[in-house]
Each structure stands twice: as structure tokens, then as C-alpha cells.
């Protein structure tokens, strides 16, 4: 066998088989969380959390110092 029937060979069905289990490989680990992907989640909730509570208080100080403050947003 020379050169040429050995690539045809490859071509046919090593190639293919193997970008098929490259690319299910690759999309299996694209549809889980990676480990930074979790801890960011995490962080931006926490973020919106505190966020959360302080919108809160304001329109709490603002409900107290200026009733109607509503009406002129």
C-alpha cells in the first residue's frame, strides 16, 4: 500500500469518526458550567442581592422625605 491509499483510507473513516467525537466532546463541555462559570453566577447574585436591598432603602428615605417622589419619575 502506498502513501495515497493509506491518506484515502484516513480520509474515509478515521476522519470523520474522529471530527465527530471531537465535536460532541466540545458540545457536551459548552452545555456545563465550568468552575469560574459557577463563582461568577455566584458573585453577580450576590451583587444583585445587595443591590436589591440598597434600591430598597432608598426609595424607603425617599418615601419618608419626599412622599410623591413617585409621581415625578
Do not use: G
Not at 430598597?56 to 415625578?72: C, F, G, N, S, Y
Request: glycine share 0%; proline share 3%; net charge positive.
Amino acid at each position: 500500500m502506498d502513501f495515497t491509499a493509506i491518506f484515502a483510507m484516513f480520509c474515509i473513516f478515521i476522519a470523520p469518526l474522529w471530527l465527530i467525537l471531537h465535536y460532541t466532546t466540545q458540545r457536551r463541555r459548552a452545555q456545563c458550567l465550568t468552575r469560574e462559570d459557577e463563582k461568577m453566577l455566584s458573585d453577580l447574585w450576590q451583587l444583585a442581592n445587595r443591590m436589591e436591598r440598597r434600591v430598597k432603602t432608598l426609595e424607603t428615605i425617599l418615601d419618608t422625605q419626599a412622599p410623591h417622589w413617585r409621581d415625578k419619575a
